[in-house]
């Protein structure tokens, strides 16, 4: 399974929509609707803000939202806020009992 | 509340093994597959594998198909990864995370522990 694709940085200042884009392929993204995107603070471990391409856990806030078009999904911030700022990751069931993560994305808040 | 609690650091040598622990609780242990993720210094997570942990049936990264072992033991509601010839690339932190799939693995981890570091140096 090859790493699913993201961009390195993201930015944009406070209160600005920001979207992160996740490629795969069509053994993965394209196929499955079971992408997650995880935001991870520096030191701390990884927190789950969608699954499932477009659901939200209880408690993360509705300015996360996600989407998917054939072998890409993205992740929006709206309303960018400083503690947004963080590395996120998305991952993809990849078929066969395996998974995949993005190379991550350092979101920064301007 | 649902807590995973995990082992804690280790240095280990060039070709030795390490095994992390990660004990739950706060939900029916054997009701949720377990996931195993690693993310090495300046390196993105890496996804390493799964354990059902009712069945104890496992599945791998083909990258560490040859190197890992995934375990547990219900009476103590632990899940266990073992890694085996470790090289100086292993050196990352270690986590295990909770799909929230239930009986089924639907590739969203809603917990996690706070990772085990592991120093793979001669």
């Known amino acids: 399974q090859s790493a699913l694709t993201q961009p390195p940085s993201a930015s944009g200042s406070p209160g600005q929509s920001v979207t992160i884009s996740c490629t795969g392929t069509?053994?993965?993204?394209?196929?499955?609707?079971?992408v997650s995107w995880y935001q991870q603070h520096p030191g701390k471990a990884p927190k789950l803000m969608i699954y499932?391409?477009?659901k939200r856990p209880s408690g993360v806030p509705d300015r996360f939202s996600g989407s998917k078009s054939g072998n890409t999904a993205s992740l929006t911030v709206s309303g960018l806020q400083a503690e947004d700022e963080a590395d996120y990751y998305c991952?993809?069931?990849?078929?066969?009992?395996?998974?995949?993560f993005g190379g991550g994305t350092k979101l920064i808040v301007l | 509340q649902v807590q995973l609690v995990q082992s804690g650091a280790e240095v280990k040598t060039p070709g030795a093994s390490v095994k992390v622990s990660c004990k739950a609780s706060?939900?029916?242990?054997?009701?949720?597959?377990l996931h195993w993720v690693r993310r090495a210094p300046g390196q993105g997570l890496e996804w390493m594998g799964w354990?059902?942990?009712?069945?104890?049936?496992?599945s791998f990264a083909q990258k560490f198909q040859d190197r890992v072992t995934m375990t547990r033991d219900t009476s103590v509601s632990t899940a266990y990864m073992e890694l085996n010839r470790l090289r100086s690339d292993d050196t990352a932190v270690y986590y295990c995370?909770?799909?929230?799939?239930?009986?089924?693995?639907?590739?969203?981890?809603?917990?996690w522990g706070l990772g085990a570091l592991v120093t793979v140096s001669s």
């Open positions: 354990i059902n942990t009712n069945t104890g049936v496992t």
């Open positions: 706060g939900y029916t242990f054997t009701g949720s597959y």
């Open positions: 069509s053994r993965d993204v394209g196929t499955y609707n079971y």
């Open positions: 995370a909770r799909d929230l799939g239930g009986r089924y693995v639907f590739w969203g981890f809603d917990f």
């Open positions: 499932e391409v477009t």
């Open positions: 991952s993809s069931y990849a078929g066969t009992n395996k998974g995949v």
